[in-house]
């Protein structure tokens, strides 16, 4: 068989391999599997659980159900956690828990700590989730100014699914920190929420990643949310060992001080370091997307992939010719 015709076979049996695969490789991962789990009282009607759901049902249908699927439950019976997490696999975890009182009890906090201890090991510890949807005011209503809550959200979600998984626990100030900081405290004893803070323009985000990697938020939008709610609590910053003897640190994605020129304060904090730049807590406009490689299409990679096993055989051949006579 000459050697154009061992080309075009090669080429005709490698095209459903290479098409499976560059194709397996261009198709989106499988969505993150979240529990969204509501320890907070519905305080009158004001923190509803219908309104907490709605948080968790924004993550389901967000993108059409391409990167989340969400499951809610709310309790505050404990060893409903416990139970929960043995009967369902979860990527990340969402603690919604703004109460003055215990809501978990040993079981529940041995499976956080095994949850933790599988790999799923990132946290993000946010002061300001029980205002985001609550029957307040209207800048209350989730997904808030212009979706800027929603998309706060889904932002934070997949910075802990994108990394492997982990744990991100949300509250509010320090009159409801109890089962927040139960949660905290059996992964990083000695860190805990605090304090109750009103803030100022005086402000910034430490990075863009939780305003842009799914979805833009311009953080002016958050601020006149957080203003006109007054009420958030401090998330713990700096070095700590988590309960298997790590060192864990916690840094600060955003500060905002209480008055214009007085300390800032951590409003949210993360086990991993902000990226991107400073973005200004006054700024009207989103960042734009953190910047990826653009992936070239799936049949510029099939017909780069067919020109270069072209080329390999070619020099093959040339090689094999007889060395040409010259008379």
């Not at 519905?42 to 699927?69: C, H, I, P, W």
């Not at 095994?114 to 946290?123: D, I, R, V």
């Not at 932002?155 to 509010?172: F, K, P, Q």
């Not at 991993?272 to 990826?292: C, K, L, S």
């Amino acid at each position: 068989m000459s050697t154009d015709g061992k080309i075009f076979r090669l080429r005709k049996a490698l095209l459903p391999v290479m098409a499976g695969s560059l194709l397996a490789a261009a198709s989106p991962l499988a969505a993150a599997s979240v529990l969204w789990f509501d320890s907070t009282p519905e305080y009158g009607g004001q923190a509803d659980n219908s309104l907490r759901k709605e948080m968790s049902d924004y993550l389901s249908a967000f993108k059409g159900g391409s990167v989340f699927t969400s499951t809610y439950i709310g309790s505050e019976t404990p060893g409903s956690l416990a139970a929960a997490l043995a009967s369902g696999t979860y990527d990340v975890i969402v603690f919604d828990a703004t109460s003055s009182g215990t809501k978990f009890n040993a079981d529940d906090l041995l499976a956080v700590q095994n949850f933790y201890a599988s790999g799923k090991n990132n946290l993000l510890l946010d002061g300001n989730l029980y205002v985001r949807s609550i029957n307040f005011n209207v800048t209350s209503d989730f997904p808030g100014i212009n979706g800027s809550t929603g998309a706060l959200t889904a932002n934070e979600v997949w910075s802990l699914a994108s990394r492997g998984g982990g744990i991100m626990v949300g509250t509010d100030h320090n009159c409801c920190q109890t089962d927040a900081n139960q949660i905290v405290g059996s992964i990083l004893p000695g860190a805990s929420f605090m304090g109750n803070v009103n803030p100022s323009i005086d402000g910034q985000f430490n990075g863009t990643e939780l305003l842009s990697i799914q979805a833009p938020v311009a953080p002016a939008d958050l601020l006149a949310h957080y203003s006109s709610i007054d009420s958030q609590g401090i998330a713990p910053t700096g070095v700590f060992l988590d309960f298997l003897g790590n060192g864990v640190t916690l840094y600060s994605q955003l500060d905002i001080a209480a008055f214009v020129g007085g300390p800032r304060n951590a409003f949210i904090s993360t086990s991993f370091e902000p990226g991107g730049g400073i973005v200004d807590i006054i700024d009207p406009n989103p960042p734009p997307p953190q910047g990826a490689i653009p992936e070239p299409s799936t049949w510029a990679m099939l017909l780069m992939g067919f020109g270069l096993i072209g080329s390999t055989l070619r020099r093959g051949r040339r090689r094999s010719e007889p060395t040409p006579v010259l008379a």
